[in-house]
């Protein structure tokens, strides 16, 4: 009797064992294959990201923080950030009361404010206006003086149209 038993714990425990087997063997196939899978992701992403990244150069090719030319122009005003001190001057036009003086339109919804700021080079600048509702472009010229005033020349601007 109890060479019986022995026999039916010793099939049991050599049933556990070969399951165990086959379900490993079958979980590690499936593991290969998320491996596979998110091996084949991340190529797709590191491609993702290599174009995104090549964008973003092309974006910053025009502006004034990766120009090494016309960030010399500055190098004796001792400004740590050219850039953001020309875009605090510009928008400080938007402080006066009413459209700002730069915009050569009057608000139609309320005045006429700067919003966005492209600064291309150590003479230009494109920005983005608005009144909440309608909105444009300016092209400007800008000149930044030893004093550290700068000057700005409206050199072309374009209202856009609501087509409704």
């Not at 087997?21 to 991340?42: A, F, R, Y």
Request: proline share 2%; charged share 25%; hydrophobic share 40%.
């Amino acid at each position: 009797m109890k060479k019986s038993i022995f026999l039916y714990l010793f099939v049991f425990a050599a049933l556990i064992c070969l399951y165990l087997i086959v379900s490993n063997k079958n979980m590690q196939k499936v593991g290969e294959g998320k491996i596979e899978k998110l091996k084949t992701e991340s190529v797709q992403w590191q491609d993702s990201i290599q174009s995104l990244h090549l964008k973003v150069l092309d974006v910053q090719y025009f502006s004034l923080e990766n120009n090494d030319d016309a960030l010399a122009y500055y190098n004796h005003l001792d400004i740590a950030d050219p850039s953001r001190y020309i875009a605090d001057k510009l928008l400080e036009t938007n402080e006066k009361k009413g459209d700002n003086p730069l915009i050569p339109y009057e608000g139609m919804e309320s005045d006429f404010k700067i919003n966005k700021i492209k600064i291309l080079n150590h003479k230009w600048i494109v920005c983005d206006f608005s009144d909440g509702k309608y909105w444009g472009e300016l092209f400007l010229k800008y000149e930044l003086k030893d004093d550290m005033g700068v000057d700005f020349t409206m050199i072309d601007h374009l209202l856009y149209t609501r087509s409704n």
